[in-house]
C-alpha cells in the first residue's frame, strides 16, 4: 500500500529539479500566510460578498489586473531562468527538458495570461465608465469570463509541480505535441487551461461588443466614442472570430492525443502544416487583438498632456478598423519556409506590408497631436513618447520579415525574437503599463508616485534596450531560436550577456513598480477632484474611485472629449452645471454561480488531462446543473435607492440636493 502511494506521488508529482522544490514550498507558504491572514481578520464573508460573487466590472477589472501581475512575475521568472542558461556557452544551469518547459510556459503566460487579463482589467474598469454606462451589457457572463480564465490559468500553472509543465513550444506544434513524441500530461495541462481560458476570452469579446455598440450614453454616438472604447471595439472584433479558430485548434489536438485521432499525424493520413496554418490563423490577429487596445491608450494620453484634440480621430478610428480585418490576412508569413510557392508567398508578403500602413499613420496621428501642444511629461506621458521609437523599430523589422525571400534568412533566428518582443514588450505591455498609471487614480483613488515612477520607466528601457537590440546582432551572426546552449566557437558570449544584464534590469523594474504600489498606498494622498489629470473623457467626470454604480445621473453627451468641452464651457460661462434629479437606479446583483461554475471547469480539465473520468464527468455534470440553476434565477437585481445615493456621493465629496 505504501509503495503503491510513493509509485503514485512520484509520478503525479514533479520530483528531482531544487528549482520544483523551491517552487511547492513557496506555494505552500503563500497558501498558509492567506489562509491564516483572512482568517485571523475574518474577512472570509467580505471576500466572498465584496470579490469571489461580485459582478461589478471595476471590481472584475482589478482581479484581472492583480493576476496579470501575479502571472507577470512568473513570466518574468522563467525569461530570467532562460537568460542565465544562455549567458554564457555550455552552461549547465538548465537540462534541455527543463529549458524547453521553461520556454514554452513563458510565452504561454506571457501572452494568454499576462498581457490578455491586463488588456480585458482594462476594458473593465475603463470602457463602461467612458461610454456613461452603468456597467457592462452582461454583467453576469463578465464575472463568468473572468472565473473562467482565472481557472484555466490555475489549471496551466499548476503543471509547472503537478504531472510536468508541457515542452513543445508555445504553439505546441505537431509532431512535438503528438502523443508519441509527449505521451506526459504537459501538454494536456496545455490543451485545457488554454481551451477553458479561450472560452472565457470569448465571452469577454461579446461582451463588450455589445456594450460599446447598445449601452452608450444618450448622444454619444460611434463618432463620438473615445479613442480607448474604439481600439477595444476593433480588438473585440478579431477576439470573436479568431478564439473560436483556437477552440476548434486545441480540440482537434486533443482528439488527436486522448481517442487516437489523426488530424495531424502524417502516417495516420493527416498533416501537421493544417494545424500551424490553424494556430496562426488565430496566432496572428491575437498579436493584433493585445496591440490594438494599447494604441487607444497611447491616444488617450497624448491628447491629455499634450492639451489638444487627437489628431486625425476619423483616420485613427477607420486604422484600427482595417487594422483588424486585415490581420486574418496575414498569417502565412510565420511560415514562409514552409515552401508554399511564389504566389502564395508574394500574397501575404503584400498583405503584411499594407498592414504595416495604418499602423503607421497611428504614430503620425500621435506626433501631430503632440505638434504645438503644451506638453507635459507625467508618467503617463513618458511610457508613450519611450514606445513611439520601440514600436517604430518593432515595425521596421516586421516589415523586413515580411520581405519572403529575406524571411529566409531571418525566420529562425534571434533576429525574429528580438522582433517579437519589440512589438509585444514595448508596443503592448508598456502601453499597458501607461495606462494603468493613467487610469491609476480613477481605479483605485490615488495616483501612483511620479518620482519610482520615473525610475520603474527608465529602469524599463534601459533594459529592454540592452537585452532585445544584441538579439538582432544574434539573429544576424546565425544564433537560431530554441537552442539551449551553444559554443564558445561561435562568438555569441558577449551578446548573450549584455541580453542577460538587461532582462535584469527589467526585473529589477519589475521590482520598483511593486515598491511603487506599495509606497503610494501607504503615502499618496487621495484624489478628491476625480479628474487629477484634467482629461478630457466621461470616466474623469466622477469621482475617484467611480462609485458602485458609475453615474448618479446618466451623462447627455454633446461632443467628442464632451467632458473637456463642457469644462471648457462652464469656465467661459457659457454653461452652469445642471440640476441634478436623482432616481433610483437599477443594477444587478451578485452571484456565486460564476465561480462555481469555474471550479466545475477546472474539474473537467484536470480530470481530462489524468484520464480520471470519475473527476471529468461529474465537473461536466457540475458546469450543466450551473447552468440550469442560473436559467431558474429570476431574482437578478435590484434598485439603488435616491438617499444610497445621495450618502454615497457625499462620501466621495460631492453634495447632491
Given amino acids: 500500500m505504501w509503495e503503491s502511494v510513493k509509485e503514485f506521488a512520484s509520478e503525479f508529482f514533479v520530483t528531482g529539479d531544487p528549482l520544483i522544490y523551491g517552487a511547492d514550498v513557496s506555494i505552500v507558504l503563500s497558501i498558509i500566510a492567506i489562509v491564516s491572514v483572512l482568517t485571523y481578520f475574518k474577512k472570509w464573508g467580505w471576500l466572498w460578498r465584496e470579490w469571489l460573487t461580485t459582478v461589478d466590472h471595476k471590481k472584475i477589472g482589478i482581479m484581472y489586473i492583480l493576476a496579470s501581475v501575479l502571472m507577470l512575475f512568473r513570466g518574468g521568472v522563467d525569461a530570467l531562468l532562460m537568460r542565465a542558461q544562455l549567458v554564457m556557452p555550455e552552461m549547465q544551469f538548465l537540462s534541455g527538458d527543463h529549458y524547453n518547459q521553461i520556454f514554452t510556459t513563458h510565452g504561454v503566460i506571457m501572452i494568454l495570461f499576462m498581457a490578455m487579463p491586463l488588456m480585458f482589467g482594462l476594458f473593465n474598469v475603463i470602457v463602461p465608465l467612458q461610454l456613461g454606462a452603468r ?3 452582461f454583467p453576469f457572463l463578465n464575472a463568468l469570463s473572468f472565473w473562467l480564465f482565472f481557472s484555466g490559468a490555475m489549471l496551466f500553472n499548476l503543471s509547472f509541480v503537478i504531472g510536468g509543465s508541457p515542452d513543445a513550444g508555445w504553439l505546441a506544434y505537431p509532431p512535438y505535441s503528438e502523443l508519441a513524441f509527449n505521451p506526459g500530461p504537459g501538454q494536456d495541462f496545455y490543451i485545457w487551461g488554454i481551451q477553458i481560458s479561450g472560452i472565457g476570452s470569448l465571452m469577454t469579446g461579446i461582451n463588450f461588443i455589445v456594450t460599446i455598440l447598445k449601452v452608450r450614453a444618450p448622444g454619444m454616438t460611434l463618432m463620438k466614442m473615445p479613442m480607448f472604447s474604439w481600439s477595444v471595439l476593433s480588438s473585440c472584433i478579431a477576439i470573436v472570430f479568431a478564439f473560436p479558430i483556437l477552440t476548434v485548434t486545441l480540440a482537434l489536438l486533443f482528439i488527436d492525443r486522448y481517442l487516437g485521432g489523426h488530424f495531424f499525424t502524417l502516417d495516420g493520413g493527416g498533416n501537421p502544416m493544417m494545424y500551424i496554418n490553424l494556430i496562426w490563423m488565430w496566432g496572428h490577429p491575437e498579436v493584433y487583438i493585445i496591440v490594438l487596445p494599447a494604441f487607444g491608450i497611447f491616444s488617450e494620453i497624448v491628447a491629455t498632456f499634450s492639451r489638444k484634440k487627437l489628431f486625425g480621430y ?12 486585415l490581420s ?10 514552409m515552401g508554399s510557392g511564389a504566389d502564395v ?7 503584411t506590408m499594407l498592414i504595416a500602413i495604418p499602423t503607421g499613420v497611428k504614430v503620425f496621428n500621435w506626433l501631430f497631436t503632440m505638434f504645438r501642444g503644451k506638453i507635459t ?5 513618458l511610457w508613450t513618447v519611450g514606445i513611439i521609437p520601440n514600436f517604430v523599430i518593432g515595425g521596421m523589422t516586421g516589415v523586413l520579415l515580411s520581405v519572403a525571400p529575406a524571411d529566409f534568412q531571418y525566420h529562425n533566428s534571434y533576429f525574429l525574437v528580438a522582433h517579437f518582443h519589440q512589438v509585444i514588450i514595448a508596443g503592448v505591455v508598456f502601453g499597458f503599463f501607461a495606462g494603468l498609471y493613467y487610469w491609476w487614480p480613477k481605479i483605485f ?6 518620482r519610482i515612477g520615473r525610475w520603474a520607466f527608465w529602469l524599463w528601457n534601459i533594459g529592454f534596450y540592452l537585452c532585445f537590440m544584441p538579439q538582432y546582432a544574434l539573429g544576424l ?7 539551449y546552449t551553444y559554443g564558445w566557437d561561435k562568438g555569441w558570449f558577449e551578446m548573450n550577456l549584455v541580453s542577460t544584464i538587461g532582462a535584469v534590469i527589467m526585473g529589477a523594474a519589475f521590482l520598483v513598480q511593486i515598491w511603487d504600489i506599495a509606497h503610494s498606498i501607504k503615502h499618496m494622498k487621495r484624489d478628491t477632484t476625480g479628474d487629477p489629470w484634467n482629461a478630457r473623457t466621461l470616466e474623469w467626470s466622477i469621482p475617484s474611485p467611480a462609485p458602485f454604480y458609475n453615474f448618479a445621473v446618466m451623462p447627455q453627451v454633446t461632443s467628442q472629449d464632451d467632458w473637456h468641452e463642457r469644462k471648457l464651457r462652464i469656465e467661459q460661462g457659457l454653461e452652469k452645471p445642471a440640476k441634478v434629479e436623482l432616481e433610483p437606479i437599477h443594477m444587478p446583483k451578485n452571484s456565486g454561480i460564476p465561480i462555481v461554475m469555474s471550479m466545475f471547469w477546472f474539474f473537467v480539465g484536470f480530470g481530462l488531462i489524468f484520464d480520471w473520468l470519475w473527476m471529468a464527468v461529474p465537473g461536466f455534470i457540475g458546469v450543466i446543473a450551473c447552468m440550469v440553476v442560473h436559467s431558474f434565477n429570476y431574482d437578478t437585481d435590484y ?3 435616491v438617499e444610497e445615493i445621495k450618502r454615497t456621493e457625499a462620501e466621495a465629496g460631492r453634495v447632491i440636493t
Fill in 445 to 450: 483613488g490615488f495616483k501612483l508616485n511620479e
Fill in 314 to 325: 476619423k483616420s485613427m478610428v477607420f486604422a484600427m478598423i482595417i487594422i483588424s480585418v
Fill in 477 to 483: 551572426m546565425g544564433m537560431t531560436r530554441r537552442l
Fill in 328 to 337: 486574418f490576412l496575414v498569417w502565412a508569413h510565420h511560415f514562409f519556409t
Fill in 377 to 381: 511629461f507625467e508618467t503617463p506621458m
Fill in 135 to 137: 456597467d457592462v451589457a
Fill in 639 to 641: 434598485y439603488v435607492t
Fill in 345 to 351: 508567398n508574394a500574397f501575404f508578403a503584400v498583405t
